[in-house]
């Protein structure tokens, strides 16, 4: 999953679907129709984008993040292993806050 150029998840398929650890690619999941939900709007991310035209300092997302900390708005996070998720990557400073689903966050 990339968001803003950028590789911030990635995992088999799998476990991508079933254990999101970037709430970049929680809230796409929960953004994603569902044929077991009733029709109606989709949840949309708050904020826009950043602007990859003016330099920008700590994790690109957190403007938009749910979860995000000063840690966030600091020191861009490097995408480290999942524990307990082989072959699991995240770039992000909560990705252990994260629940099991996309809906948790």
Same mark, same amino acid.
């Given at each position: !999953?990339?968001?803003?150029? =950028?590789? !911030?998840?990635?995992? @088999?398929?799998? &476990? ?6 970037? @709430?970049?690619?929680?809230? *796409? *999941?929960?953004?994603? @129709? ?7 709007r989709l949840p949309a991310i708050d904020g826009q984008p950043p602007d990859? =035209?003016? +330099?920008v300092s700590g994790c690109l997302f957190a403007p938009r993040c749910p979860?995000?900390? +000063?840690?966030?708005?600091?020191? +861009? @996070? +490097?995408? =480290?292993?999942?524990? &307990? ?10 990705? &252990? ?6 809906? &948790?966050?």
């Amino acid at each position: !999953v990339m968001y803003a150029g =950028r590789i !911030v998840e990635s995992s @088999p398929a799998h &476990d991508l679907f079933a254990h999101p650890r970037h @709430p970049y690619t929680a809230a *796409l *999941l929960a953004s994603t @129709p569902r044929l077991d939900a009733p029709a109606g709007r989709l949840p949309a991310i708050d904020g826009q984008p950043p602007d990859l =035209r003016t +330099e920008v300092s700590g994790c690109l997302f957190a403007p938009r993040c749910p979860l995000a900390t +000063e840690v966030c708005d600091q020191r +861009e @996070p +490097e995408p =480290r292993p999942v524990p &307990d998720r082989p072959g699991h990557q995240a770039a992000c400073h909560h990705r &252990d806050r994260l629940g099991r689903r996309a809906a &948790d966050v």
